[in-house]
């Protein structure tokens, strides 16, 4: 009865820790342009692990076609990518080549989860996170970051939104222009076996902080992420830690 109730976000008290901040939820929630932002106010680097199942799907596709694969081929391949730091970011190379367009083009798309469903690419893309994450003080989302990846991550946050709102954003990401209502439900239909094809691997940790993002801005998403890490480094607003 009289035991104390758990701090919601654990206080870090060195400042020299490096902060993991884990951001996961299902298919166009909006993790990576959040993460990118909250990366940026808080000077910490962003680390997109789907970009890296993303460049092992481009790298697969360009080595074995859209055929059948065996795992030691598609393992093979995926050892092609590379990351290259640039401004607190990583750019993910295949052979040395940038590929930003073929990575969210629709082959990619279409061929990633069965990438990303190969338990030798997850440990792949696992190790290769952990790495990049070394020694600094990361955003980092995905889908399990917050249960596989980083389980000790300071601050876990899911990211969710309805799924008509998700193909809704999606689609003017991609239009430039508000969709129709009929773009939008076929969107939505797509999204959604998306998110079934993804179900097994997109998990909310049982510490995340939950958002829905139905509703919000993409700013009020981010600052309600950045005051959460700042309670965490030690107090509202302030960005030294409390003294124990
Ligand atoms: O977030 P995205 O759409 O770029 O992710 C691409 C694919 O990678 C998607 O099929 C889900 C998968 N993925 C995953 O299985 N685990 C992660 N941590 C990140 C992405």
């Known amino acids: 009865m009289n035991q104390p109730t758990p701090p919601y976000i654990p206080r870090i008290r060195d400042p020299a820790t490096p902060i993991v901040v884990a951001i996961d939820g299902p298919a166009a929630a909006g993790k990576s342009s959040t993460a990118r ?15 890296l199942y993303r460049a092992a799907t481009a790298a697969v596709l360009r080595a074995c076609g859209a055929q059948q694969w065996n795992e030691p ?20 190379l295949v052979d040395g080549v940038e590929l930003e367009q073929e ?53 876990k946050i899911f990211l969710i939104a309805d799924p008509w709102e998700r193909a809704r954003r999606r689609l003017i990401q991609r239009l430039g222009r508000s969709p129709a209502d009929q773009q939008i439900a076929e969107e939505t239909e797509r999204l959604v076996q998306r998110d079934a094809r993804d179900s097994t691997q997109t ?38 830690p409390d003294k124990a």
């Open 37 to 51: 932002w909250v990366a940026e106010r808080l000077g910490f680097y962003h680390i997109d692990s789907g970009a």
């Open 103 to 155: 990575m969210r083009g629709g082959a990619v798309t279409q061929n990633v989860s069965r990438v990303a469903q190969m338990r030798g690419v997850r440990d792949w893309v696992n190790a290769q996170v952990r790495s990049l994450a070394t020694g600094r003080s990361v955003v980092v989302d995905g889908r399990d970051i917050g249960t596989v990846v980083f389980p000790d991550a300071h601050l």
């Open 73 to 92: 081929d598609v393992l093979t391949a995926a050892q092609r990518v590379s990351a290259r730091d640039e401004r607190r970011s990583f750019v993910l």
């Open 203 to 240: 998990v909310q940790a049982k510490d995340a902080v939950l958002i829905d993002t139905t509703y919000l801005t993409q700013e009020e998403q981010v600052e309600r992420i950045v005051a959460l890490v700042k309670v965490l480094k030690g107090g509202h607003g302030r960005t030294t």
